[in-house]
């Protein structure tokens, strides 16, 4: 009888150890990582620290040919859309940047552009600037004409140039006849202007890009002050990147775009570069340099991220996409 209650506590010893070490290694791995996980995440970081690689360009050829091109999008399916401006339309790739169709002619009636600018797509919804009819174009992803935009939303002139739509389907527009932006519902219907023409900070100065996170802050290319500014959902001015006093030399920022590590990228249009930021609105890098070879730009206007994170370009001068990536 005492053999085997002496087993039976030898038994219990044991597992009271096997428990209190695995509890001991749960604490260890959650207080120091792995080397290998500590190894990956300084790749990690010092990638998002290092400019993109030059994958290939995209230039169309016959009937899908560039022609000045002010804007660029991209939907979840992988499509490329440009606003393809002296062709008066908006031109549509897939992927591999072979023409899947296009929306619009020259004209001034519902689905018709003047001047196309800036598009975006959003869901199942395609937006589209156009400045010389003072208008914002909706239609769908059959590119049938929806709705539009225009300065009867706001009792005033407007002159779009840049747009962005939100999570919620939240409509923003660059006016750069008042030098403000403007915000509408889903539906079109007015809530919010903010800015105003001027170089303190929360002012602007033809606005020429946009772009929303997922908490609602504002990301506007204030481009004749060279510098990014960065606003709350209510458009409060927060902080800003560039500009006077600043060593980071931008001269004509246009296109923003952010990625899914919420670093902050805006296309020079005037420098021929694509600059870098982080969440912060600390500069992380530029690359690009103007020219006509791989991975060089001529006047970039916009640019944005596809479903595979790649950076796309939209080279306006040299009438072509360039595609970067990791």
């Not at 070490?21 to 207080?31: A, H, M, P, Q, T």
């Not at 016959?62 to 022609?67: G, M, Q, S």
């Not at 001015?237 to 902050?264: C, E, H, T, Y």
């Not at 596809?306 to 360039?322: A, H, I, P, S």
Request: charged share 20%; proline share 3%.
């Amino acid at each position: 009888m005492k053999a085997i209650s002496l087993n039976k506590l030898i038994i219990a010893l044991l597992g009271t150890v096997v428990v209190m070490l695995g509890v001991f290694g749960v604490l260890y791995l959650r207080n120091r990582p792995p080397e290998i996980i500590t190894a990956m995440n300084k790749v990690v970081r010092a990638n998002l620290r290092q400019p993109p690689n030059f994958i290939k360009n995209i230039e169309g050829e016959n009937e899908a040919a560039l022609k000045g091109p002010l804007g660029i999008a991209t939907d979840n399916d992988g499509r490329i859309y440009v606003a393809d401006t002296e062709n008066v339309r908006v031109v549509i790739y897939d992927q591999d940047g072979k023409i899947a169709g296009q929306i619009g002619k020259k004209g001034s009636g519902p689905g018709e552009f003047e001047a196309p600018g800036s598009i975006v797509v959003n869901k199942d919804r395609i937006y589209v600037s156009d400045h010389r009819l003072g208008r914002v174009q909706i239609f769908d992803k059959q590119g049938q004409y929806l709705d539009k935009i225009d300065g009867t939303k706001i009792g005033s002139g407007l002159l779009p140039v840049a747009l962005a739509v939100d999570d919620q389907g939240k409509i923003y527009v660059s006016n750069i006849s008042q030098h403000q932006i403007h915000v509408f519902d889903a539906g079109g219907q007015h809530l919010l202007s903010f800015g105003g023409g001027g170089d303190a900070d929360g002012m602007l100065s033809y606005a020429n890009g946009l772009a929303v996170d997922s908490q609602g802050r504002i990301y506007v290319a204030d481009s004749n002050n060279a510098r990014l500014q960065v606003f709350d959902a209510q458009g409060k001015f927060l902080f800003k990147m560039g500009g006077q006093a600043s060593n980071v030399n931008m001269v004509l920022p246009r296109g923003v775009a952010l990625d899914a590590q919420g670093r902050i990228f805006t296309a020079d249009a005037l420098g021929h570069q694509v600059f870098a930021f982080d969440n912060k609105g600390t500069f992380l890098f530029s690359f690009g340099g103007r020219g006509i070879d791989n991975g060089q730009l001529n006047f970039p206007n916009s640019l944005g991220f596809d479903r595979q994170g790649r950076l796309l370009v939209l080279d306006r001068g040299n009438n072509r996409v360039v595609v970067f990536g990791y």
